[in-house]
């Protein structure tokens, strides 16, 4: 199946003209706590396996859409883009798919609500926004699943952006992803807090998704990767119930090493640690090993996030400066 | 098999009651290029994988080993070690294995030519010349494969530093561990230079053995250790028969961090790099890219050790400063 066959099969009859003036959405950035690591079909950004994120709550993207004669136009938090950036190019393949006939344009304007280099990941929060606000504008009034699957088209992990709380995105089995979206949990941990620790904003060396396919293709490790996530899930899932924010923090941690170890054995090496990334990792083992209740998680950048609980933000802030703490249920 | 049924089997009906004044030998450092990481039998010190390393012609332990009535008596380097440390105990158990009876006791003078702080385990090259020392003063005249097999029950990669050269030292299949020992390669590379680079000279937190024990016993990414050395262990066998230099430093280099891998995804972690570690991979990365014939190994331990050239010596000393560079065939 094709991207453009997934969009159609998605929309079925609906109308792909736009019925108000704009639309306009937010969706919040999503963390990973068990990870997406691995593609079992690029077009359609299916996962390997099942993966489970934390969104932070009023953290992440807002856009409109609306109706624009000609080629798309795109701004990012107020500056217009060219259309020839690797940005602006990406978001008009998307619209492509969702487009009445190639001269159908749109005008997006995109703004992100994340701290400015906090290492977090736009792309997600970016296309789950984008998806929710071009559902309002033609009104097409999807069911969250397929909200998911659209996003999803844009940006893998976008499927889990689409919801508040913990949520778990299903790998499925189909080929044509149908069942492959974002569902959350009921779950909730109020008192869990996440601290964002940015090592390095630079742009990092090598994409995920080259990063992903490398790994998946040359790491001897990488077939160990599908089980571990599999007994991982069943222990966030069992912690998440039980309301047991060390089980919870143990595992999150334990199966982003995972993650980044699956990383280091590929031919050639895939490294997103810095320096300073093992030295904030030793801090936060240091502190745990002090009695404070704080654990780590990194996805594909050498920028760590720490897992925690609300009684113990003011010591973390001391002991780590520099954190931007965040109530992910807020 | 206990380790001393199987001394006792090594040594047959051999005397135990020294045959001369004193016995006097040498044993190289050893480096893995495809490492031992992981035991199938930790009384006998019975690798799951056979391994491979280059030895360092002329830096090592020198040891002479003398009879003495009563308690063993230690020297390290010159200086007299209490029987209470750590090394003379292990020492003494292992001369439990050979002695004549309980009260049997052994003079050990042994000298580490290892450049102090150069980050090389001395374990290895400490094992076998004491064993090959025992050999002599009691005129056992062992063959070189019983040797190994008894510098083993000492420490594990001892079995590799009995010879010069590459050494393949072989997991062998048998219990009592009569087929697990280290062989010389014909093969050599005479322009292969070792580049010792010493980040931290630190005692390690945590010892190769539990290091091993813990990544074995609950790292979800060992399961295909064992199937990655047998595929590495084919690379450096072509590269070296063929004497292809980057092929032999590519597959050393990607061993390595596999080993590291397999560490990190613990449970807890185990993690040997340092922030400084780090930094100097890095680096190694850097002037390969700049077209330098640089590869690097890190055992269980933040040091690396770089693989390159003769003729690229000067120009690797000037990139990285504090290196102290090594002919492993003079």
Chains 1, 2 share one sequence.
């Not at 033609?138 to 999803?152: D, E």
């Not at 990383?263 to 502190?287: K, T």
Request: charged fraction near 20%.
């Amino acid at each position: 199946l094709t991207r453009a066959e997934a969009a159609r099969a998605l929309l079925g009859g609906r109308g792909r003209v736009p019925v108000r003036e704009a639309g306009h959405a937010f969706a919040p950035v999503n963390i990973a706590l068990v990870k997406y690591w691995g593609k079992r079909d690029d077009a359609l950004n299916l996962p390997v396996t099942d993966s489970l994120s934390i969104a932070l709550a009023g953290i992440g993207t807002r856009t409109t859409v609306s109706r624009h004669e000609g080629p798309d136009r795109v701004t990012l938090n107020g500056e217009p883009l060219a259309a020839d950036t690797a940005f602006a190019q990406r978001l008009s393949r998307y619209l492509d798919l969702v487009r009445a006939h190639p001269r159908a344009g749109y005008q997006v304007d995109t703004r992100n609500d994340v701290p400015t280099g906090a290492g977090l990941a736009s792309s997600a929060s970016g296309f789950a926004a984008l998806t929710r606000a071009l559902d309002q504008l033609h009104g097409w009034n999807l069911a969250p699943s397929a909200l998911s699957i659209l996003a999803r088209l844009g940006s893998g992990s976008a499927a889990r952006s689409v919801a508040d709380g913990f949520v778990r995105w299903r790998a499925g089995t189909r080929d044509d992803g149908m069942d492959s979206y974002g569902e959350p949990l009921a779950a909730r941990l109020e008192d869990l807090r996440i601290g964002l620790l940015t090592v390095s904003a630079d742009e990092k060396a090598l994409g995920s998704t080259p990063a992903m396919a490398r790994t998946r293709a040359t790491s001897p490790l990488y077939a160990a990767w599908p089980g571990l996530v599999e007994s991982d899930l069943r222990q966030a899932d069992a912690a998440i119930a039980a309301g047991d924010f060390h089980a919870l923090g143990r595992v999150a941690e334990a199966n982003a090493l995972a993650m980044h170890a699956t990383c280091i054995a590929a031919r050639p090496a895939v490294l997103f640690l810095l320096p300073a990334s093992l030295a904030a990792m030793q801090a936060v083992w240091r502190l745990r090993a002090e009695g404070m209740p704080v654990y780590f998680t990194i996805d594909a950048g050498p920028n760590l996030k720490l897992l925690t609980l609300a009684q113990n933000v003011a010591a973390l802030g001391t002991a780590i400066p520099g954190l931007r703490i965040v109530a992910p249920f807020a």
